[in-house]
């Protein structure tokens, strides 16, 4: 079996010809995209946090992943832009919200402990969420 490249926690984009995956850099456990021979490697996060779980948007224009940072001590939801610009949290919980999935309908289900302790699946309409992101408006209430 050949080596593409080193990292985990691979997802594929819908067109195929992508792969976001979580690697390794120093500290940090940082989203990085390739093309799906390992080449045109780049990273979608800089010295972040403990990211984990990217998934592609259905046009492949955004990456969803949870990330754990130092000062929440939770993880939350974040996308990014496939080009690795316009980084943005999507969820802000008292408890973690991880191992996001971008579904084909449009919606991020996801892993949420928010709801009276209970590990749930939960899901966030990214439609409204990226046309807030561009109108740069608050983004839109958490939906069960």
């Known amino acids: 079996i050949p080596e593409i490249v080193e990292g985990r926690e691979v997802s594929w984009s819908n067109s195929g010809d992508r792969i976001a995956f ?16 390992g080449t045109d490697m780049f990273q979608l996060t800089t010295h972040f946090g403990i990211c984990h779980h990217p998934s592609f948007s259905p046009d492949d224009k955004w990456v ?7 000062d929440s001590k939770k993880h939350n939801l974040f996308i990014v832009s496939s080009d690795g610009k316009n ?8 408890e ?12 991020i289900y996801f892993e949420t ?14 439609a409204l969420f ?15």
């Open 22 to 37: 979580v690697n390794y850099n120093g500290l940090y456990l940082d989203v990085f995209s390739a093309k799906s021979d």
């Open 64 to 70: 969803v992943f949870s990330a754990l940072l130092e």
């Open 96 to 107: 973690n919200d991880k191992n996001p999935f971008w579904g084909k309908d449009g919606w």
């Open 87 to 94: 980084l943005q949290q999507i969820t802000n919980a008292s």
């Open 113 to 126: 402990e928010r709801f009276e302790g209970n590990v749930e699946i939960a899901k966030i309409d990214s």
């Open 130 to 144: 990226i046309k807030k992101l561009e109108e740069q408006k608050a983004p839109p209430e958490f939906l069960k």
